[in-house]
T-cell receptor
């Protein structure tokens, strides 16, 4: 089954404790991206990757890092999480940035 | 920059009512337009799309027509069901230069359908 998986689905952590949210897709898609969803703000892109070893900033990259060492994986790293990063995070993949996105189920992160 | 404006919700309708969710956009060039749907507790999934002016996207009884003259892509359904309760996002993909495209989402419209 074609899918995008994210782990963990729920995470509660404390300020400053480094964390990684994993994202994996099995569709051999070149393009992957991370979004955060906040009430009243909709979806905002954090980072995206056009292919292996190619990443770029989206609209709200501050406080986040990403890497793309393999085509299928695109982890999101929060080196020092802060409460304003409490949000619902989605990973997505597609054949290219022109095409429709396939979204993961989301990761709800709470930073206290 | 590009932007997508969709009607604010929440929208509450009775079952079998007619649905319209307005979406207008600003973009340079010729964007592709999408509607995504997010059911409770799930990620977004593509509902329909249109890639050029006058195209009509349709799926699951939903329709939207790409209107370049009014820069709109309104979502419609003739008879909604309780199972259509979800958040609907309008989005566009447009060329941003250097071989890359920018995907821009609206803020979402929550639809609740009551029996």
């Amino acid at each position: 089954e074609a899918q995008v998986t994210q782990n963990p689905r729920y995470l509660i952590t404390v300020t400053g404790k480094k964390l990684t949210v994993t994202c994996s897709q099995n569709m051999n898609h070149e393009y992957m991206s991370w979004y955060r969803q906040d009430p009243g703000l909709g979806l905002r892109q954090i980072y995206y990757s056009m292919n292996v070893e190619v990443t770029d900033k989206g609209d709200v990259p501050e406080g986040y890092k990403v890497s793309r060492k393999e085509k299928r994986n695109f982890p999101l790293i929060l080196e020092s999480p802060s409460p304003n990063q409490t949000s619902l995070y989605f990973c997505a993949s597609s054949r290219g940035d022109w095409y429709e996105q396939y979204f993961g189920p989301g990761t709800r992160l709470t930073v206290t | 920059g590009d932007s997508v404006t969709q009607m604010e919700g929440p929208v509450t309708l009775s079952e079998e009512a007619f649905l319209t969710i307005n979406c207008t956009y600003t973009a340079t060039g010729y964007p592709s337009l999408f509607w995504y749907v997010q059911y409770p507790g799930e990620g977004l999934q593509l509902l329909l799309k249109a890639t050029k002016a006058d195209d009509k996207g349709s799926n699951k009884g939903f329709e939207a027509t790409y209107r370049k003259e009014t820069t709109s892509f309104h979502l419609e359904k003739g008879s909604v069901q309780v199972s259509d309760s979800a958040v609907y996002f309008c989005a566009l993909s447009s060329y941003s230069g250097a071989g890359s495209y920018q995907l821009t989402f609206g803020k979402g419209t929550k639809l609740s359908v009551i029996p």
